[in-house]
C-alpha cells in the first residue's frame, strides 16, 4: 500500500496537500485514512503531508470562489475540478433535447398543473385542481414540480427540469460518500457510471416518481455511512428522515433497504451495542414524523372533503399503501390493476421472475450492462476486509451499498405483481457505488496476484456482458460490441500483469478497461437523450433494446414493456420509434397478442407546451374504434397507458364556457382525462383512476354532479373501462348511462356527450 495516513479531521481521502505536487498513480487512487487490513503505509518523505492551516493560525482565509474550485486542502489539486466537471457534464447530457418529451407522462403533469393551481390539490396530489380524485402514489415527487410550474409557467422544462437537477444531486451525493474513504477518483468513477446508465439517463429526465426516491436513498446511504464513521446520532436521524420523504415518494419501495442498513449499523456501529439499538430507534421515529405526518393528515382528513385516494378500492391511503402498493406488488394480487405476474421463474403479464431477471431481454439493458463486474467487485472487497475490525469503514462501505444493491435487486427479481423496466434506476447508485469502491481498493492492491486478476476478472465480464446486451440490437452500432470486447479483454490482458508495467501503461491498461466497459452505456445513454419519451411505461436505449411479454404475448410486446401495450416516443419530426410488436401466441381473437382486438396506431400526438410530436401507440378493445380520446364504448386499452391526441376543435370544445363548471369534461382513465386538462388548462375528472377500475365516482355520485350541473361533457373512450369485477363496473355504469341519455356531439374523430343536453328519450 502507499497510502499515508491522514492528518485532517477525518474528512478527508487525498494523499497531497494543498501545495504538493500532481499525484501520481498512486495518489491518484489512493484512500484515507489508511485501511485496517494492513499496517499503516509510512509515510514518504519526499510527499510530506500537512495538515489544512485554520485560518487566522498563520494563512489568511481563502476566498469563497478559490475554496469552492480547490476543494478541501487535503484533496489532490486535480480532485475539485475534476468533480465540477462531472456536474457539469451530467447537466448537459440530461438537459439536452429535455422538450423532447413534452409532457412526459401527462399522469403525473396534469397532477402538477393541479398543484400549481390548487394548494389543495397540491397537498394531496390531486389529477385535477376540482380536486377530484388523487393520483396511485403520495405527492413528494410531485411538489418540486408543481412549484416550478408555480414560477415558471405549465411547460415541458418548468415540469422536467427538476427530475434533471436531482439526478445531478445525486451524482453528486454519490461523489460526496465515496470521496470521504476511498479518495475523489472512487466517487469520480462511481458519478460517471451512474450518470451513463441508460435506465439512470431515462428517469432523471422524465416525470415519474423514481428520480426523487433513487436521490433520497443515495442519501440514506450515505447518511449510514457517515453514522459508521463515528457514531454520531444525527447521522441516523437524517438518514430516517431521508427514508420518509422518500415513503412519500413511492411508498413501500423506500423500505426495500433498511433491513441490510439497519443489521449493518446493528452490528459495525463504533458505539456501545445500547446506544446503537437507542440510535435505530431514533432513526425509526425520524421515519415516522418524516412520513407519516402527511398520512395521519390524509387518513383523519373527512372523507367528503378531500379527493378520492387513487389506486385504492375504499378511499384509503393505508389500503392503497399495503395492497396496490404494497403486498400487491410481490404476489401479484393487486385489486384493480390489469393484473399481476407469476413467481418462481414464471412468466408473467409483467414479464420473467427468477434469479436473472435483471439479466434477461426485457431487464438487461436498461442497467445490467457493470451489474457482474459490481458482483465480482463487491465479493473482492469483502474478502479483502474479511479480517478487519468489526467498525472497519471499509468493509462497512462495501456491506451499505452491497446490502442496498443485493436486497433490492432480489426483490425485484422475483415480485409478482406491476413491474416496469425503469423501477430499476433504483440499482444505478448502488451498482456505480460498489464499482467505484472495487476498482480503487483493488488497484492500490494490484502488487497482490489475486487482486490484480479479480481486477481483469471484472473487465472480462463487462466486456464480455456488453457484447452480449449490444448483440441484442444487431442493428444497432453493429461494430461498437467488437470493439467493447476486443477492447476490455486488451485492458484485462494488461490488469493482469500491471505491475510488469511502467506507470504509463498500468493507467492505459485501467483506463481501456474501464472505457470499454462504459461504451456499451453510454451508447444507450445517448440515444436516450437523444429521444422523446411519453405515457406511463418508457425504455431506455434504442428501438427494440427492451421488449417485455404480456397477456397472449410469447415474449414479444411493445417497447416499454406494457402487456401487449406500447411505448409513445416523441422526437421533433414526429417519427414514430416505438417498435411494433406483441407476443405471437395471441387468442384467435387477439391482434398481435396484445389485448383481445387491439389495434395499433400512430398518430401525431401533439404534447408538450412546444407542440413536439411523436408517435402515439393507442389499442382498443373488441368494438372499440380510434378517435382522439381512446376507444369508444365503455372504453378500452387507448389513453390507458398514454394520453389521447386533443386536436384544437375538442380543445375550443371543452375551453368554451369551462368557467362555468367545476369540471369542464369528464373521462373514464387518467391518462385520457390528463390529455384534455393539459390541452386546457381546465379540470377533467378521471372517472375510475388510472386504469378506470378505482370505484369513483359511483353512478349516484356523477349523477348528482351532473344534476348539479358542475361537469359539463363526457368524453368518449380511454382506461380500462368496463374491464370486470366489482370495482370497475362503476365507469361502465356511468358510460352506460352517459350514452343512452345524453347529446352526442362529434369533433373530428373525437366524440363527446353534453351532459347539458339530454336526449329526448331520457
Not at 379540470?683 to 355520485?701: E, K, R
Request: positive net charge; proline residues 6%; aromatic residues 10%.
Amino acid at each position: 500500500m502507499t497510502t499515508q495516513p491522514d492528518t485532517s479531521t477525518g474528512n478527508g481521502t487525498g494523499t497531497s496537500g494543498a501545495g504538493d505536487p500532481s499525484p501520481g498513480t498512486d495518489a491518484l487512487f489512493a484512500t484515507s485514512p489508511a485501511p485496517s487490513w494492513g499496517p499503516p503505509a509510512p509515510t514518504l518523505p519526499s510527499e510530506p503531508v500537512r495538515p489544512a492551516a485554520a485560518p487566522g493560525a498563520g494563512e489568511p482565509a481563502r476566498p469563497f470562489l478559490h475554496r469552492a474550485w480547490r476543494g478541501r486542502p487535503e484533496d489532490p489539486r486535480w480532485a475539485r475540478p475534476a468533480f465540477l466537471a462531472l456536474l457539469l457534464a451530467t447537466t448537459v447530457l440530461y438537459l439536452y433535447g429535455l422538450s423532447a418529451s413534452g409532457y412526459a407522462n401527462s399522469f403525473y403533469s396534469a397532477a402538477v398543473q393541479a398543484g400549481s393551481q390548487s394548494w389543495k390539490a397540491f397537498f394531496f396530489g390531486s389529477l385535477d385542481s376540482a380536486n377530484a380524485i388523487t393520483v396511485d402514489k403520495p405527492p413528494a415527487s410531485l411538489w418540486p414540480m408543481a412549484l416550478s410550474v408555480r414560477i415558471f409557467g405549465l411547460s415541458s422544462w418548468a415540469i422536467l427540469v427538476p427530475e434533471v437537477l436531482m439526478g445531478v444531486a445525486t451524482v453528486g451525493v454519490l461523489y460526496a460518500a465515496l470521496r470521504r474513504r476511498f479518495g475523489p477518483a472512487a466517487g469520480l468513477i462511481a458519478g460517471a457510471v451512474l450518470a451513463l446508465t441508460p435506465v439512470a439517463a431515462l428517469m432523471f429526465r422524465f416525470n415519474n416518481p423514481d428520480a426523487m426516491l433513487a436521490l433520497l436513498m443515495t442519501v440514506t446511504v450515505y447518511c449510514v455511512i457517515r453514522g459508521l464513521e463515528d457514531g454520531r446520532t444525527k447521522w441516523l436521524v437524517w438518514a430516517g428522515v431521508a427514508v420518509g420523504f422518500a415513503f412519500l415518494a413511492k411508498t413501500l419501495q423506500a423500505f426495500l433497504i433498511l433491513p441490510p442498513l439497519a443489521v449493518l449499523y446493528a452490528v459495525c456501529a463504533p458505539v456501545s451495542l445500547r446506544k446503537r439499538f437507542a440510535q435505530i430507534g431514533l432513526s425509526a421515529g425520524a421515519m415516522v414524523v418524516a412520513g407519516g405526518w402527511w398520512v395521519a393528515i390524509v387518513e383523519l382528513w373527512p372523507a367528503s372533503s378531500r379527493p378520492y385516494i387513487g389506486g385504492s378500492q375504499n378511499n384509503s391511503f393505508l389500503e392503497l399503501t399495503f395492497g396496490y402498493n404494497g403486498l400487491g406488488r410481490i404476489n401479484g394480487d393487486e385489486t384493480g390493476s390489469v393484473g399481476g405476474g407469476g413467481g418462481g421463474g414464471g412468466t408473467g403479464q409483467w414479464g420473467e421472475t427468477g434469479w436473472n431477471r435483471m439479466f434477461n431481454s426485457e431487464i438487461g439493458s436498461q442497467i445490467s450492462w457493470l451489474l457482474p463486474a459490481a458482483l465480482i467487485l463487491l465479493v473482492a472487497g469483502l474478502v479483502l476486509t474479511r479480517k478487519a475490525n468489526r467498525t472497519d469503514l471499509t468493509r462497512g462501505s462495501f456491506l451499505a451499498w452491497g446490502g442496498a444493491l443485493l436486497m433490492t435487486a432480489l426483490v425485484f427479481s422475483y415480485m409478482a405483481g406491476i413491474f416496469h423496466q425503469y423501477y430499476t434506476v433504483a440499482l444505478a447508485p448502488y451498482i456505480a457505488a460498489v464499482v467505484g469502491m472495487g476498482a480503487t481498493v483493488l488497484w492500490e492492491e494490484r502488487g497482490k496476484v489475486w487482486a490484480s486478476l479479480t481486477l481483469a476478472g471484472a473487465a472480462t465480464a463487462s466486456a464480455a456482458w456488453g457484447y452480449v446486451l449490444l448483440d441484442r440490437t444487431s442493428d444497432y452500432l453493429p461494430w461498437l460490441k467488437w470493439l467493447v470486447l476486443v477492447g476490455g479483454l486488451t485492458g484485462a490482458l494488461g490488469l493482469i500483469f500491471v505491475t510488469r508495467l511502467g506507470r504509463r501503461l498500468a493507467l492505459a491498461a485501467a483506463a481501456l478497461s474501464f472505457a470499454a466497459a462504459i461504451a456499451g452505456p453510454t451508447a444507450y445513454t445517448l440515444s436516450t437523450v437523444n429521444t422523446g419519451h411519453s405515457g406511463s411505461i418508457v425504455t431506455a436505449g434504442p428501438s427494440g433494446a427492451s421488449t417485455m411479454g404480456g397477456p397472449g404475448g410469447g415474449g414479444g410486446g411493445m417497447r416499454g414493456g406494457f402487456p401487449g401495450g406500447g411505448q409513445n416516443q416523441q422526437n421533433g419530426d414526429g417519427a414514430q420509434n416505438g417498435q411494433q410488436g406483441g407476443g405471437t401466441g395471441g387468442p384467435p381473437t387477439g391482434g398481435t397478442g396484445g389485448f383481445p382486438g387491439q389495434n395499433q396506431q400512430g398518430n401525431g400526438n401533439t404534447q408538450g407546451n412546444g407542440g413536439t410530436r411523436g408517435g402515439n401507440q393507442q389499442g382498443g378493445m373488441p368494438g372499440g374504434g380510434p378517435g382522439e380520446g381512446g376507444m369508444g364504448g365503455g372504453g378500452g386499452a387507448g389513453g390507458l397507458l398514454n394520453g389521447a391526441n386533443v386536436g384544437s376543435a375538442a380543445k375550443a370544445l371543452l375551453s368554451k364556457n369551462a368557467g362555468d363548471y367545476t369540471w369542464a369534461a369528464a373521462a373514464i382513465g387518467s391518462q385520457n382525462s390528463a390529455s384534455y386538462q393539459l390541452a386546457t388548462g381546465k379540470p377533467v375528472m378521471a372517472i375510475g383512476g388510472f386504469n378506470g377500475t378505482d370505484p369513483s365516482p359511483t353512478l349516484a355520485q356523477f349523477k348528482k354532479y351532473v344534476t348539479d350541473g358542475k361537469i359539463h361533457y363526457f368524453i368518449s373512450g380511454g382506461g380500462m373501462g368496463g374491464g370486470g369485477g366489482a370495482s370497475s363496473s362503476a365507469s361502465s355504469r356511468i358510460s352506460s348511462w352517459v350514452t343512452a341519455n345524453f347529446k352526442k356531439v362529434t369533433v373530428g374523430s373525437a366524440t363527446f356527450y353534453d351532459l347539458t343536453q339530454p336526449t329526448s328519450s331520457s
